[in-house]
């Protein structure tokens, strides 16, 4: 067998993660190190986002099974690379494709691995990067240039899936979008949008902290929902209605916003996960046949070749300054304070928007 390749130290087997042993039952403890397997790098988890969906399956649905750690918006540096992996990769900045595709079901065959019939998923269905270390396929590995943080390269993720749902919308220069929810990646859509070449980009939210955070970074459409007709103001605002729009929140009342404010023919993109069941109005209903909208779905975000590797793109693009993502991070804590961040996103106990992770000089040390 070839050598595994390593920067790691020899003598460390043990490592510290946030281990999920059951619904709400999340530890901070000691479990053993993976060790790269063959076709794997090992990688030291330098950042790591809370993705919205982390907080109902750490305190309400669970993961597929138990223990597990949770997290998949990573990032780190690759410190070890197993037999059958080129290790030029070790000591590289890396981002992480979570997904891990069959690579043999008629969805892979044409390289849409989100579709893919029997999936892994670090975080959900195996272990993720609430840890110091883990082992992934090299497959999966983005690597990225060193002028990049890695708290930018934890975005790559989200970023991604921002971008795949403006791709899904066909967005064309001089647009006028609305985007219906202005959490993170809401805020990721319109910095796209932006770089995309639409004229104006119009944030909506029923959350005043989040619409001020907004324009704070520079988005001066907010619309807030519950204090004015969001959809009469996007009608107001664009003078015929938005070209695309965007459901960002995934909540029916976001919905009809959305198909109400679209122009005729328009675009409506529908992104946002549902919390619980989503109603259509009659009136809604009207909105689509009588404006012959298309409405698209978007899942998850693209990693073949062809005909665009989009975690390859938001890297590129970060990398240009093409699209800044830093100022979305509200939030840096260490492995120990995990718990409470999570259980202040759960609660709202406070604004926050990007939540992360952040691996501290002592655990680095390790």
């Not at 202005?182 to 959350?207: C, E, H, N, Q, T």
């Not at 519950?226 to 103001?233: F, H, I, P």
Request: proline share 5%; net charge negative.
């Amino acid at each position: 067998m070839a050598p595994v390749h390593r920067e790691v130290k020899e003598g460390a087997r043990q490592m510290r993660a946030a281990v999920l042993h059951a619904v709400g039952d999340l530890r901070i403890e000691e479990v053993e190190r993976p060790a790269p397997r063959s076709g794997e790098v090992l990688l030291q988890v330098k950042a790591c986002g809370v993705c919205g969906s982390d907080i109902p399956r750490i305190f309400t649905k669970g993961t597929y099974s138990f223990p597990t750690i949770p997290g998949h918006e990573f990032a780190g540096k690759i410190v070890a690379a197993g037999e059958g992996v080129d290790p030029v990769l070790v000591g590289r900045k890396a981002a992480v494709f979570p997904l891990i595709p069959c690579r043999d079901c008629a969805a892979c065959e044409i390289g849409e691995f989100a579709q893919c019939e029997r999936y892994d998923y670090m975080g959900s269905r195996s272990h993720g990067a609430f840890a110091e270390y883990i082992a992934v396929p090299a497959w999966n590995v983005v690597p990225a240039p060193d002028s990049l943080t890695y708290e930018e390269l934890a975005m790559t993720e989200p970023a991604a899936v921002a971008l795949h749902a403006l791709r899904q919308a066909g967005i064309e220069i001089g647009d006028q979008v609305l985007i219906s929810g202005a959490g993170p990646i809401g805020l990721m859509l319109a910095k796209w949008a932006y770089a995309w070449g639409a004229s104006r980009v119009l944030l909506s939210d029923i959350d005043p902290a989040k619409l001020a955070f907004a324009r704070s970074l520079g988005f001066a459409d907010t619309v807030n929902a519950v204090e004015e007709d969001a959809a009469e103001q996007v009608l107001r605002i664009t003078g015929r209605g938005a070209d695309v729009a965007v459901e960002g929140a995934g909540a029916g009342a976001s919905l009809e916003v959305c198909l109400k404010a679209a122009r005729s023919f328009g675009r409506v993109v529908l992104m946002g996960n549902p919390a619980g069941e989503m109603k259509l109005s009659q009136q809604g209903y009207w909105e689509i046949l009588r404006k012959q909208l298309t409405l698209k779905g978007t899942w998850n975000s693209g990693y073949a070749s062809l005909p665009k590797n989009e975690w390859k793109l938001v890297v590129e693009a970060m990398a240009a300054g093409r699209i800044e993502l830093l100022p979305l991070v509200t939030n840096r804590v260490p492995l120990d304070e995990l718990n409470d961040a999570l259980e202040m996103m759960r609660d709202r106990s406070a604004f926050h928007n990007k939540v992360m992770f952040c691996q501290s000089e002592e655990e680095e040390q390790r």
